[in-house]
């Protein structure tokens, strides 16, 4: 998996791979910054939406990424990943030179027998990315409920004509729990408060495109 001349490294890691709300321990094929091949026990239709979890070395917080099923074979699924941020690209340029230069367990040509059991380094050790993966979801649902009590907070600012106010704590929550579109909506409704209608309307359409499930 990759494009032009980016970086591709063969190697057996243990990732995660969220697929309907579950996310299942599964090892690569190989990765690389335009994406990843995981082996899988089953098959998965092209262009299906999943996010990848990666238990960076050092302790440092689980790399999550988007992506979407570019191959799909009777041995595994191709992703390509979608919508990287300059913060994850950095951490993934990072991971890949640390498997290049902690040597990762090369990939096989072929798939493993079954019965076949590999011993992973013990910073792939999948209890540690279960936990990885737990520390996260505390991380995200503590978010939530301050983005929650930031939106409630700005709900009644806007009840008193607190536009400025009310866009202030709407930007906040929405940096601390994206993807919201309802907070969009209050903050297009905080920027028509106070007159600034171009900025309204942009909010109002990203409230709309995360309704019909855009990004």
């Keep these: 998996m990759e494009h032009g001349r980016q970086p591709r490294v063969s190697a057996r890691v243990a990732v995660g791979l969220k697929i309907d709300e579950q996310i299942n321990m599964r090892l690569t094929r190989d990765i690389s910054m335009s994406g990843v091949f995981v082996e899988l026990d089953q098959t998965l239709p092209v262009g299906e939406s999943v ?25 595994g699924v191709g992703v390509y990943f979608q919508g990287v941020t300059p913060d994850q690209r950095k951490a993934l340029e990072n991971f890949l030179t640390y498997l290049k230069e902690s040597g990762a367990p090369p990939a096989p040509p072929s798939p493993p027998l079954p019965g076949g059991e590999e011993k992973l380094p013990e910073e792939f050790d ?24 930031l939106h409630e907070a700005a709900k009644n600012e806007l009840k008193k004509g607190g536009g400025a106010r009310a866009a202030e704590l709407l930007k906040e929550a929405i940096e601390l729990s994206p993807g919201v579109s309802e907070l969009h909506h209050d903050l297009g409704t905080a920027y028509y408060q106070i007159g600034e209608v171009e900025r309204a309307v942009s909010e109002f359409e990203r409230a709309l495109a995360l309704q019909q499930g855009g990004e």
């Design 126 to 149: 999948p209890r540690k990315i279960e936990a990885a993966f737990a520390k996260e979801r505390d991380l995200r649902e503590s978010r939530r409920m301050i983005a929650q009590q």
């Design 51 to 75: 996010e990848i979890f990666i238990a960076l070395p050092d302790g440092a917080e689980t790399l999550r990424l988007e992506g979407s099923v570019a191959r799909s074979a009777s041995d």
